[in-house]
């Protein structure tokens, strides 16, 4: 994620400190881009489908896309407390990033996952009330 203050550039941007361009790292700069890039080749090399660019704008067109799953074993480099304490370091150091919103405070892409399943079991779905109107309202042949 990397956050753009309001009153910055691209060219300044980059000479900024973690503090003042609000940006959580390590995902900010080039890590991210860089990984999206190697990514998107292991992809379109090891699949033989089609890389990011040839991925026609047309989504009525789109096929062939290139998809892999890769397994890494972290065990056979590091033990598992150190693993864990990496892990642990990793997402502490993005949840104490100060968010742009206090309200929003940062989380990890599935970090409410379990919350949200075990909240919607018990609670139901939630859904937009004007939506459900409409559901409700509308007429199946």
Not at 23 to 35: E, M, T
Not at 83 to 90: E, R, T
């Amino acid at each position: 994620m990397v956050l753009f203050p309001p009153t910055a550039n691209a060219v300044n941007f980059f000479r900024l400190t973690e503090e003042e361009s609000q940006r959580a790292l390590p995902i900010g700069y080039w890590k991210g881009s860089g990984l999206s890039l190697v990514l998107d080749m292991l992809a379109a090399m090891l699949s033989g489908g089609h890389a990011t660019h040839e991925i026609p704008l047309d989504s009525l067109r789109e096929s062939g896309i290139s998809q892999i799953f890769l397994a890494v074993d972290p065990g056979f480099i590091a033990n598992a407390q150190e693993i864990s304490q990496i892990s642990d370091g990793i997402l502490q150091s993005l949840h104490d990033a100060t968010p742009v919103d206090p309200s929003k405070p940062i989380r990890y892409p599935g970090e409410q996952t379990l919350q949200l399943r075990e909240e919607n079991m018990r609670l139901g779905v939630p859904v937009d009330p004007e939506i459900w109107q409409r559901i409700s309202t509308s007429v199946l042949p």
